[in-house]
Nanobody, 115 residues
């Protein structure tokens, strides 16, 4: 059974930091490109960051470049998203994504940036 379980979301003040984790199981993690997406109320889901199977190649949305960092640990079947200098516009549900010949999604974790 495929599972992507996100954790680490919550409420943080502007300028603060959060680290999201996504634990994967039920498929060969190291064969999948991994990514984080987000969806704010009333908006479409958008790509935040992606990382290649080896971790060598990373891609970021322009709005988070320089503030967020994606990484993965293939020994732990986990992908991370370090989020720094958070802004209110980063408020959204963040989803973990695994992509190869098949695509899997996690259930999402809420991130709220507010004073």
């Amino acid at each position: 059974q495929v599972q992507l379980v996100e954790s680490g979301g919550g409420l943080v003040q502007p300028g603060g930091s959060l680290r999201l984790s996504c634990a994967a199981s039920g498929f060969t993690f190291s064969n999948y490109n991994m990514g984080w997406y987000r969806q704010a109320p009333g908006k479409e889901r958008e790509m935040v960051a992606t990382v290649s199977t080896s971790g060598r190649f990373r891609n970021y949305a322009g709005s988070v470049k320089g503030r967020f960092a994606i990484s993965r640990d293939n020994t732990k079947n986990t992908v991370y998203l370090q989020m720094n200098s958070l802004k209110p516009e980063d408020t959204a549900v963040y989803y973990c994504n695994a992509q190869s010949d098949t695509t899997y999604w996690g259930q999402g974790t809420q991130v709220t940036v507010s004073s």
